[in-house]
């Protein structure tokens, strides 16, 4: 919604311009043809889009961010009380119990720095509603972003608090690289917009060409620690043989991954060479000129489209695309947007205006603005220095933070690939004696994770299965490192409803509760085509025993330890 002044500005720019277009339709007859010529390139450069402008950029950038807002705070909403809220594996009052207690039990701001949250001011008698409120309102604000296309720095911002607020207290839910990928793509966002305006083409807030620079800074760094961590880090990466491997053990298969994984030896390698080419020396074309720039663009886009395609890695690739879009302007987005009215009608009269000499008189808004992005470059540049020099050292580490904001961040994945993939797969059985070799375990099924054999791989990108994904990196540890298993084990054992309902298929479902439960171990490969069980997608073979079995007596002094609420409380 634009201002009252913008609205009289953008009419009278309209009427400047309509006067031009009439004055050239009723040009004299008799002009000679050089002078028909140029009236009619003159009316051809009000109907086309130039270079060197992102008024349409910004929009499309700023819809990008909105989405992947809203699918983070639509994860948020439907599996934080779960997993962090009052009743949750880890909830998060504890943690931040523990952070209160660790800076000197007040909440102050040495609390706040060390967990940036809103949760501090508010009320923590009803975390699940606050946890709740938090993900509802950032839902909101998204969605209007998403739907009208236009945002102003205090809505953006708005949404950077909410989510930093959610992932600063998720603990191991909210670890993956892709949380402090949006905190800073979102972070970079809210210097896109105007201050209050909420109008798509706000006359006298152009996009400022320090705040594109930062998205393409962004994906370059990306792209960068991605394939340096990989060059630096597993040796199949160097023999070009970890595509062999990767869409078999990914932590989310999707059923292309079951396909891609049968295809031929010489096309693995070749995915492992286009995939150091993308990585490692095309985001270097962004410096080269807008051409070489859009180039990267493209490839990058295309690249992140292949691996969603390929397999289900939460909203990452589609993130990874929003910065990808800073490489394109006005004249080479101007496509998606509908001609003759609207925001690209907007964007060509401001281009013709200004291709007639006509610049809006500066303002003390207009010369804030100007020293706020000096700024933003300035700071963006000094906290890029250690992420620089972390790119450069032979000791790389990924996917850190240097500041407590997470606005500048290093970034990388898959710098090693697993051999083989292993599950643990939860198991419980109404039998009395769980040692009885006459007993029957039913397994439980996770939403997505790999468990039944017949089950097809599923399809969820951009959503993103938290507790499926640490499942994964569990059973590459020990129940002792990954206590929270054992905790989901008591909370089976009394049919606890709100972790059943992260959870695709419960065996005791309308029945008494199960009185043992057990996790156990196996190694799972994909079946190939043709060849193995029929209907089978996956065939396993057990290791051993994860966790041993467990009743809810048994759990009594380990859940009373670590100050979890008993299940059958």
């Known amino acids: 919604m634009a201002t009252h002044s913008e609205s009289s500005e953008i009419t009278l720019r309209k009427r400047r311009v309509e006067t031009r277009k009439t004055t050239t339709t009723h040009s004299d007859d008799n002009t000679p043809n050089n002078e028909e010529d140029t009236c009619k390139a003159k009316k051809q450069e009000l109907v086309t889009l130039q270079t060197g402008t992102y008024w349409l950029t910004r929009i499309v950038l700023l819809r990008s961010i909105a989405f992947i807002y809203f699918i983070a705070f639509t994860v ?14 880890l909830p998060c009052k504890d943690y931040l119990l523990s952070v209160k207690r660790y800076v000197g039990g007040k909440i102050d701001m040495s609390a706040f720095a060390y ?3 809103i949760l501090w001011f508010l009320d923590w008698t009803d975390m699940d509603a606050n946890l709740d409120g938090i993900a509802l309102v950032g839902m909101a604000l998204s969605g209007f972003v998403l739907l009208t296309g236009t945002a102003n720095m205090i809505i953006m911002a708005m949404l950077w608090v909410l989510y930093h607020s959610l992932v600063s207290v998720g603990c191991g839910w909210f670890s993956f690289s892709w949380e402090s990928q949006l905190l800073e793509t979102g972070f970079l966002g809210i210097f896109l917009c105007p201050v209050w305006s909420l109008s798509q083409v706000p006359p006298r807030c152009p996009p400022s060409l320090i705040s594109i620079w930062t998205f393409r800074w962004l994906i370059v760094r990306i792209m960068l620690g991605a394939g340096l961590i990989k060059i630096r880090g597993d040796r199949c990466w160097r023999d ?3 595509m062999d491997y990767h869409y078999e053990t990914q932590p989310v298969p999707n059923p292309m991954s079951y396909y891609m994984h049968q295809s031929p030896w010489w096309f693995h390698r070749f995915e492992v060479l286009s995939n150091h080419f993308i990585e490692l020396i095309v985001p270097l074309f962004t410096f080269l000129g ?8 493209t490839l990058q886009i295309v690249f992140q489209v292949t ?19 800073a490489c394109f302007d006005d004249a080479s987005l101007g496509f998606l947007f509908s001609s003759g009215r609207g925001a690209k009608q907007a964007v060509l009269d401001l281009q013709a205006e200004e291709a007639s000499g006509w610049t809006p008189k500066p303002t003390r808004g207009m010369l804030f603005r100007r020293v706020v992005n000096v700024a933003l470059g300035v700071l963006i540049g000094y906290l890029s220095v250690p992420v620089v020099l ?11 933070s240097f500041d407590p904001l997470r606005i500048v961040n290093t970034y990388g994945a898959f ?9 643990v797969i939860l198991q419980g059985t109404m039998n009395e004696n769980p040692k009885d070799p006459e007993a029957v375990w039913e397994e439980y099924q996770f939403l997505c994770k790999p468990g039944d054999l017949t089950r097809r791989p599923c399809l969820i990108s951009p959503y993103h299965y938290r507790l499926d994904w640490l499942m994964w990196f569990a059973a590459f540890q020990t129940y002792e490192q990954s206590e929270w298993v054992i905790h989901i084990a008591g909370r089976l054992l009394a049919n606890d409803t709100s972790i059943l309902s992260l959870m695709e298929y419960n065996p005791f479902q309308g029945r008494d509760n199960p009185r043992w439960v057990r996790g156990e171990h196996f190694k799972y490969r994909f079946t190939l085509p043709g060849s193995g069980p029929r209907g089978k997608w996956w065939v396993r ?5 994860y966790f041993p079995a467990v009743d809810l007596v048994a759990l009594r002094g380990y859940f009373k330890s670590r100050n979890w609420p008993h299940p059958d409380l």
Do not use: D, H
């Not at 807008?290 to 663009?297: H, K, L, P, S, T």
């Not at 710098?415 to 599950?423: L, V, W």
């Not at 073979?541 to 025993?545: F, K, S, T, V």
């Open 76 to 89: 948020a909403y439907n599996q934080n009380k779960q997993l962090i809220g009052e009743r949750g594996l």
């Open 115 to 117: 967990t940036p949250s």
């Open 240 to 242: 070009l043989t970890c």
């Open 290 to 297: 807008r051409r070489m720039c859009m180039v990267n663009g």
């Open 307 to 325: 691996l969603i395609v390929s397999g289900n890695l939460s909203f990452l690739n589609w993130l990874t695309i929003v910065p990808s879009l």
């Open 390 to 400: 972390n790119l450069l050292s032979s000791k790389q580490v990924m996917n850190t």
């Open 415 to 423: 710098g090693s690939i697993t051999k083989e993939r292993t599950e």
């Open 541 to 545: 073979e057990r290791i051993g025993a």
